[in-house]
């Protein structure tokens, strides 16, 4: 079993930063890929970047590329979402979640999920 807790989510401005943080707990956070999942008001829960259990492999989805970072720390068992130049269209509730094996782009691929942080983006 891992728990997942995010962190970091708020309300900001169109251009501005946020950094989530997903703190993990149970089983050994480094044999877990992880990925950031995002959800809208009405959406589908869609994937928004995933990072290998090592952190040398990442991968994004189009509309983030070049504004948000995902990384990790398997030392304090967290993981990280850099996120700038934040748009409108990036609101939602943003979750964690943690599969074994490689990572992939599909929210039902992955085994554990945290109860997720809202981010609002003012325009």
């Given at each position: 079993q891992v728990h997942l807790v995010e962190s970091g989510g708020g309300?900001?401005?169109?251009?501005?930063?946020?950094?989530?943080?997903?703190?993990?707990?149970?089983?050994?956070?480094?044999?877990?890929?992880?990925?950031?999942?995002r959800q809208a008001p009405g959406k589908e829960r869609e994937f928004v970047a995933?990072?290998?259990?090592?952190?040398?492999?990442?991968?994004?989805?189009?509309?983030?590329?070049?504004?948000f970072t995902i990384s990790r720390d398997n030392a304090k068992n967290t993981v990280y979402l850099q996120m700038n130049s934040l748009k409108p269209e990036d609101a939602a509730v943003y979750y964690c979640a943690a599969k074994l094996g490689l990572y992939g782009v599909l929210p039902r691929g992955y085994d554990y999920w945290g109860q997720g942080t809202q981010v609002t983006v003012s325009s």
């Open positions: 309300l900001v401005q169109a251009g501005d930063s946020l950094r989530l943080s997903c703190a993990a707990s149970g089983r050994t956070f480094s044999g877990y890929a992880m990925g950031w999942f995933a990072i290998n259990w090592s952190g040398g492999s990442t991968y994004y989805t189009d509309s983030v590329k070049g504004r």
